[in-house]
């Protein structure tokens, strides 16, 4: 009896665990509903550098959120809770519109790509097409200049789906990148058919390098096989020298990640003399 009442206890506390994470959850839903019109919404930048030369090419646009009460609240939670509904298109629209706004007003001064994520359920929103172009009309920022990054899973959910409308993105003059590569259940073999430029290794093959032996075996074949089918690689989660040698000698196009700079505010981007 002792066993089954602690037992019982035990429910009962994670019962309100669950109901307070509930809550919190339906709480930043509706929290979400305004942040972007009361511009609590922002866009942080991470630089992306070419290994060869050691410049930024690209900068990666990455949501934040200043919530008024909770403080900073991390994308990892807020765009799963936005995606759950059709909140995450409007704040996708919202992202895309201020990123490439931001980077194409600082031409020419400011000469990178400009990468930006999509959800899955933004890849399945018929409007997709009409904001990316509008935005790429209204903004400063030449169609080639931006990148949008899509994960496997958006695209191995309907694969024909998503073909469809990466080609029509394409059309657009922009270029596509397949994020958190080795994180889902897609080969190289079906990405081959899809309009795609670059690759991103997930950050969970790079943390453990340059010890593990395996680990450079399986990093140095992913790029040796997206090279074969013409995509170019950006190694995610740099945070060590090492990382950066190891990943410049077995061939890695890119890197980004905390050793060459965190995600920053758009001013300390343009002060920190990206070469
Ligand atoms: P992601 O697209 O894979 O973005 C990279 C994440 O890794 C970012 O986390 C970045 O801050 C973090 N990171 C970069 N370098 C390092 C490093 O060296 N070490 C470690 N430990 N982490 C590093 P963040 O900004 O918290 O974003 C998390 C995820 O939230 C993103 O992962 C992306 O999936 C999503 N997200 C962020 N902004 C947007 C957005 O505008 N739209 C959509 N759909 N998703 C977004
Ligand atoms: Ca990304
Ligand atoms: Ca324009
Ligand atoms: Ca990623």
Partial sequence: YQAKSRGG???????????????????L?????HAARLDQLWVAYQPVAELSTGRTVAVEGLLRWQHPVHGAVSPGEFIPVAEETDLINRIGAHMLRTATGQIGAERPGLDVVLNANLSPRQLDDPGLHALVQGTLTDSALPAGDLCLEVTEEAIMRDPTA????LNSLRELGISLAIDDFGT?????????????????IDRS?????????????????????AHAIGLAVVAEGVETAQQLDLLRDIG????????????????????????
Avoid: N, W
Avoid at 162 to 165: F, G, H
Avoid at 252 to 275: F, I, M, N, R
């Fill in 205 to 225: 093959f790079i943390t453990d390098l340059p010890e593990s032996g395996e680990l450079r075996v399986i990093v140095s074949s992913i790029i040796t096989m």
């Fill in 184 to 200: 889902g259940y897609s080969s190289l073999a079906q990405l081959r058919r899809l309009p795609l430029d670059i690759l991103k």
């Fill in 252 to 275: 890695c196009d890119h890197a980004q990640g905390y050793y060459l700079s965190k995600p920053v505010p758009l001013d300390e981007l343009l002060t920190s003399g990206l070469t």
């Fill in 162 to 165: 998503a073909a469809r409308v």
């Fill in 29 to 33: 839903e509706q929290d979400l509903r």
């Fill in 9 to 27: 206890g035990c429910h009962a506390f994670f019962d309100v665990g669950l109901r307070k994470r509930v809550q919190r959850h339906m709480d």
